[in-house]
């Protein structure tokens, strides 16, 4: 019996959120969470699917899989083109859609045109909100595809694949950072050039990598899409407002990859600090997440969201605090908010 099982990492952006959609570089980064992809074998003419971290176990028609994917496609291609949210709230009702979008796009790109049969387990302990948790369940799913069968993608066009999936799961187009992250499973640097994104492994030893302390706030009420649209109003309302945050974000990122490379520690944590406050006047650090921000930097943390951060609400996903002293920091934030904190080495 026929029994494949492969995972992929989350991720963090070092540096350069939002900033990379406009064609400026990002650093990002895999992260030591994990989701996990397991197909095997299964009834012909039926594909399940099993999620626990949502308590899900569904079983269709290999018929109504592709049908479903079929449906799914020509929604998301109304909503990009006029923007109804009804058209995407009917797609997100399922809670396989993303699976069945990211296996039918692997299906799609290599013409594959029989009725698939198979069982698909997945799980993830990489959490929602700036950790990459569907880019880290998208390349699981393929890599697993892939090897179930036979395809033989090469790495680029599992990277391709995923970016291809998810923007059209989540309706706009993906800057590409966190598909190529999760695949290089490497510190990246990326950045896009004439609409094309280039992504660099960076080979780097730093020791100013060897220690973060990755703190949930909890997931965003908004999604990336939402908060990359707001973005965009409010740059053609202020756009030299908006590019000089831009602009000053590319600039910190170059910096900032010199100060790995050398291992210069004050000036990375001015930088992370620095591009934290860019983020705060950019719109999308929440106040109770600002807040935080400013009695972790008393205890000394360098501080900064990571990811698409929240426009609404009161919690913006992923932090990242450096630092001398992480350990009484992690025990601050953890006896006085209650949240969820990961101390990890970077670049894994």
């Known amino acids: ?29 895999p992260i030591n969470l994990f989701s996990k992809a397991e197909i095997s074998e299964v009834d012909s003419g039926k594909v399940r699917i099993q999620a626990p971290n949502y308590d899900l176990d569904e079983t269709v028609t290999s018929v109504k899989f ?17 923007n ?39 799980f993830s302990h990489v959490p929602q909100g700036g950790f990459g948790s569907s880019s880290s369940v998208g390349a699981s799913i393929i890599k697993a595809v892939d090897e179930y069968y036979d395809f033989n993608l090469t790495k680029q066009e599992m990277i391709d694949i995923l970016i ?15 598909q190529n992250v999760v695949f290089h499973e490497t510190l990246v640097y990326y950045q896009k050039k004439d609409g094309v994104g280039v992504s660099r492994p960076l080979s780097l030893q730093s020791k100013l990598l060897d220690e973060v302390l990755v703190i949930n706030s909890g997931k965003p009420k908004d999604g990336t899409g939402e908060v990359v649209n707001k973005i965009r109003e409010s740059r053609i309302e202020n756009q030299e407002f908006v590019d000089g945050i831009f602009e000053r974000l590319g600039e910190l990122t170059e910096e900032i990859l010199g100060y790995l490379e050398n291992d210069y520690k004050q000036a990375f944590f001015s930088a992370i600090d620095e591009a934290g406050d860019l983020l705060i006047k950019l719109g999308i650090v929440r106040p109770k ?50 949240l969820d904190t990961y101390r990890m080495r970077l670049q894994i």
């Open 1 to 29: 019996m026929k029994n494949i099982i492969k995972k992929a990492p989350g991720k963090i952006i070092l540096i350069g959120e939002h900033a990379v959609v406009y064609g400026y570089p990002a650093i990002l980064s």
């Open 66 to 82: 592709l049908e479903d994917y079929e449906q799914y496609s020509k929604w998301m291609q109304q909503y990009r083109e006029n």
């Open 84 to 122: 109804d949210k009804k058209l995407l709230d009917k797609v997100r009702k399922d809670n396989n859609a993303f699976p069945k979008i990211i296996i039918n796009s692997v299906f799609k790109h290599v013409g594959y045109t029989e009725k698939p049969s198979f069982f698909l387990h997945k």
């Open 164 to 178: 291809a999936g998810e923007s059209e799961f989540h309706g706009y187009q993906q800057s590409g950072g966190d």
């Open 289 to 338: 997440t600002h807040e935080l921000i400013n009695e972790l930097r008393k205890l000394g943390g360098y501080m900064k969201i990571s990811g698409a951060g929240a426009i609404t609400g009161d919690v913006s996903g992923a932090l990242l605090c450096f630092g001398d002293d992480l350990e009484r920091i992690d025990s601050y934030v953890v006896k006085n908010f209650g």
